[in-house]
């Protein structure tokens, strides 16, 4: 492919990243819901995963490739790899395989949602950052936490495109990318850290911001308002490095899933992962780092000790769930007792590694009357005894405060609070369903329809298309669920997402998460058996 012929492609991609992104994702959720349909798994293969934007190819050729276009809009001249006009006259399409194809077209869209985010950085640096009346209103230091090293970060991403534009120029097929993802991650991506883990400053000030200058308020709107943003929020292209430095590690597990089993570029798309994973936890821990600490602070200052006190603030410790519960009242009341009022409230903060059981005392103040670590925590539910008792669990101290044993009888406000607290304190309790590491061919599963942000400390936050195990579920709309591409569990609405009934498609799933993590499963051997010997 010729130079002229590329950089004529990516000036003609139409599309901003967040529009890229949104109908990527929305593509590939409806690709599940087709393939979940299928009763005969040989009509529809689970491992397919088509690339983006509908657009029904017309040649014979390209029959054997997904049928859709990747950057489809009215500005647009190209659709995927293979409608490449050299690509079409080459012959090319009746000589590969279909499997090389789609893989073909996994690593070419690598490269094109990798020039329409460079389009979008572009415009939140010209368009906004560069704006003469916005630079007025801003005192340095409200830009500086605005707009961070977002210029750094944007030349990263132009030097990684010109790579990657240098690969597809070598040759008609692409011979690989992850090699280019994995030099410029290891060289070049630390940039991406030092922008998202400034997102919660940078969130703060921004809200400030409207709410204290009107004159920033009403720039910023008109700036909005510009065809160019094609109706954008300017919050929206703030948030773009950690949604692509995210994207990107999904790109290349779709690549992962797509190359030859044992070869030499399974080992590079391996190797990009690994390394990708790797800046995408420290973005997370960055963002954690910020808020955690002030929280700590914050709960510090709100705590009274009844009994010898217990330092919270620990660079290593973070909370994991608050709230308010229901004690039963005296020590050796029993279970079926029903007269006088059962219970009276209690408060914890869970930590990761300490329990703190209060009573809230007036002025927003709460009096500490044991403790526990968290590893000597046991917590068994009650069959159920009646409604005055439903929802109850036991909570075992193994050893308190007062290095004693000590138990607590709790109800919570429902079935699912009594859930979410009974896996909080005991995390190595069995859930009703099997968990991603337990290697089982089945689990069920969901996919997210619609975006969720977590509002606690024990629930996850979903994109759309997130594929999820589910580890347990309650009455009352809440699944305890383990995401595939990163392992990470925390809670979520039913509503938000749809189960995935397609035994084949399942097992499918969980076998490409197996792959892409194959890696991940050596190094935890080599250490275990390193910590045997």
Known sequence: M???????????IGLLY??????STRQEIE?????????????????EETPPETEPASTPESKAAPQFNLLRNSNSRFNLWQDLPEIRSSGILSILQPDEIKLQEAMFELVTSEASYCKSLNLLVSHFMENERLKKILHQSEAHILFSNVLDVKAVSERFLLDLERRVEENIVISDVCDIVYQHTVDHFSVYITYVSNQTYQERTYKQLL???????????????????????????????????TRLKLLVQNILKKVEEKSERETTALEAHKEL??????????????SRTEQMISIQKKLEF??????????????????????MNGPKTSRTLRTKKLFREIYLFLFNDLLVICRQIPGDKYQVFDSAPRGLLRVEELEDQGQSLANVFILRL?????????????????????????ISLAPNR?????????RLSDCPQIQCVHPYVAQQPDELSLELADVLNILDKTDDGWIFGERLHDQERGWFPSSIGEEILNPKIRAQNLKECFRVHKSDDSQRRKLGSRNRQ
């Open 2 to 12: 010729t130079a002229d012929s590329w950089r004529n492609l990516i000036e003609h």
């Open 18 to 23: 967040q529009e890229y992104r949104d109908k």
């Open 31 to 47: 690709t599940r819901r087709l393939q979940d349909s299928q009763t005969d798994p040989e009509e529809s293969s689970p491992s």
């Open 211 to 245: 709410q204290d200058k009107p004159a920033f308020r009403d720039v910023i709107t008109q700036l909005e308002l510009d065809p160019m943003c094609r109706g954008l929020s300017f919050s929206s292209f703030l948030i773009l490095p950690f949604q692509r430095i």
């Open 277 to 290: 994973e790797t800046v995408v936890k420290a973005c997370n821990e960055g963002v954690r780092k910020m």
């Open 306 to 327: 009844k009994i010898k006190s217990v330092p919270i603030i620990s660079h290593s410790r973070w909370l994991l769930k608050q709230g308010e519960l229901q004690q």
């Open 398 to 422: 193994l050893e308190n405060a007062d290095d004693r044993e000590a138990s607590y009888m709790l109800k919570a406000s429902s079935q699912s609070e009594m859930k979410r607290w009974m």
């Open 430 to 438: 069995r859930t009703k369903f099997v968990s991603f590491t337990s």
